[in-house]
């Protein structure tokens, strides 16, 4: 308790932490909560499970106490399950409290959450969309006296992809103070290091973990290499294989795609594998990740709405069904496991056409992956009969309408967006034309080139 107390937290909140199992600060609380109570700005880069999330949420408690209002403190973070994690943390440590808080999520009821906003609470817990749909449709709650913009997995909420929070981001910082503390942050900054220095203007403290492996020692990381065609049956060796040998571990298996997401976890239910989906297609995610959390399901297949941050202890094994694409999205994914000190295994399948991503994943990790081995005539024996069960689950799938429910979800989301989606997917057709136009006309010149050369 003294070394909570050392870093200036009061003895009640350091007792509070102690109650919940935090004893000792970690590195990354250790260096961030002192910075943050003297009222700097924070940047905190530090491994996946390094308690990243106490070392926020114990300096603004500490604030609060000393300053009780609402709305105090805003976190955004990308997914809604995170946003409930995180809410738990401040409820728990913040108990002594009596701290209301507000998770301000998709896929719930507005008329609900613009209630609770209404009523002030301490500290709002958010994904950026939703809440900017509150910020722009009504005006029963300001932001315009918080004292804390928290930014949990800081990197991907500036990230420019498929979820682009950038409109929502900019509609939200339009509405908070100018004279406010920001705290930032992930695993993985570096990417964004200079939006994130931008936002967190004040003096920020910026702080990263020394160390030369971006993933956590306790983790030992495996590839194993198979050819595409006869990637099931080895997914389905392997969970066999676990489930065999340790009854009671957590399984994380990670897919690229909500379809595949869908149809392994329709084909390891015909198997009679305790498993669950989570993907964002699903109406009941907080029903399935409950479910999982709680072990009534071992096996739990994610698309990558899971990656980041979600807190499981249980999680001693992360599958990766398909290489990731980026080394970061690989470093969040395999840090399900083996967090706070637990040892964990990543097991990446790897077929022909992805070993230059795993390249690119050690290069940035710093460290080599070990060949996972399983024996070979094991897998020969279950191939047909996976592929026959993967053909039927798809066929299966194909009359719920998964891709056109797909379709249908996409139109929702522009509408809601303010685009039209019939405009949207002119506009897409036309940019697809010139792009192609494009490309004609640079393989002419290239022709042209080659054959004066
Ligand atoms: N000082 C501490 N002592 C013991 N356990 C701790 C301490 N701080 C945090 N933990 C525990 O470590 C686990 C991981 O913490 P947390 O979820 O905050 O990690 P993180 O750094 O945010 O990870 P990620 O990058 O994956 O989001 C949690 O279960 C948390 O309760």
Known sequence: MAEFRALGLAPWLAEQARQVGLVRP?????????????????????????????????????????????????????????AYQIAEQFRVLGKPLGLKDC????????????????????????????????????????LKKLKFLIMDEADRLLEQGCADFTADLEVILEAVPARRQT??????????????????????????????????EELDQ??????????D??????????????????IIIFTKTCKDCQVLNMMLRKYNFPSVALHSMMKQRFAALAKFKSSIFKILIATDVAARGLDIPAVQVVINHNTPGLPKIYIHR?????????????????????????HAIEEEIKLKLQEFSVEEKLVLNILTQVNVTRRECEIELEGMDFDEKKEIN???????????????AKRKAELAKIKKKNKQCREKVQQVLQKRK
């Open 26 to 82: 970690t590195p990354v609380q250790a260096a961030c909560i002192p910075a943050v109570l003297q009222g700097r700005d924070c940047l905190g880069c530090a491994k996946t499970g390094s308690g990243k999330t106490a070392a926020f949420v114990l300096p603004v408690l500490q604030a609060l106490s000393e300053d009780p209002y609402g709305i105090f403190c805003l976190v955004l973070t990308p997914t809604r399950e995170l």
């Open 103 to 142: 998770v301000v999520v998709g896929g719930l009821d507005m008329v609900a959450q613009a209630l609770e906003l209404s009523r002030k609470p301490h500290v709002v817990i958010a994904t950026p969309g939703r809440l900017a749909d509150h910020l722009r449709s009504s005006n029963t709650f300001s």
């Open 183 to 216: 705290l930032l942050f992930s695993a993985t900054l570096t990417d964004t290091l200079k939006e994130l220095k931008s936002l967190a203007a004040n003096r920020p403290f910026c702080w990263e973990a020394v160390s030369e492996v971006r993933t956590v």
């Open 222 to 231: 495996r590839y194993l290499l198979v050819p595409e065609a006869v990637k």
């Open 233 to 250: 049956a080895y997914l389905v060796h392997l969970v066999q294989t676990f489930q065999d040998e340790h009854e009671d571990w957590s």
């Open 334 to 358: 395999v840090g399900r496991t083996a967090r706070a000190g637990r040892k964990g295994m990543a097991i990446t399948l790897v077929t022909q056409y992805d070993i230059h991503l795993v």
């Open 410 to 424: 996409k139109r929702k989301q522009m509408i809601l967006e303010g685009k039209d989606p019939d405009l949207e």
